[in-house]
Nanobody, 126 residues
């Protein structure tokens, strides 16, 4: 079955940038839409972004729009999340997930994504 591994998290100062990667194995990433999610301490997991199988369509949560770019390189079996202008409110564990498609209401389908990585910690200092 498909396995996903996130990487690239760490400690970044407020205003900084970070690139997260989502590497797939056990399957080809181009068969799946990829979503990025995050969970802050004491908070529910929230959707950040989603990208279609070919990368032709992208979706962003209002909270990160303009500061986040989602992309994918299917030849490398990897998806990415580029973040900038980071603030302490962006602190949390970031996850990537795979499903058949994003859908126009992708942010409401958190429990429906078929595959999840273990997450990578992102900490933004003030």
């Amino acid at each position: 079955q498909l396995q996903l591994v996130e990487s690239g998290g760490g400690l970044v100062q407020s205003g900084g940038s970070l690139r997260l990667s989502c590497a797939a194995s056990g399957g080809t990433l181009d068969a799946y839409a990829i979503g990025w999610f995050r969970q802050a301490p004491g908070k529910e997991r929230e959707g950040i972004s989603c990208i279609s199988r070919t990368g032709g369509s992208t979706n962003y949560a209002d909270s990160v729009r303009g500061r986040v770019v989602i992309s994918r390189d299917n030849a490398k079996n990897t998806a990415y999340l580029d973040m900038s202008s980071l603030t302490p409110e962006d602190t949390g564990v970031y996850y990537c997930a795979a499903d058949q498609w994003c859908g126009s209401r992708w942010y409401l389908r958190i429990s429906e994504y078929d595959y999840w990585g273990q997450g990578t910690q992102v900490t933004i200092s003030s």
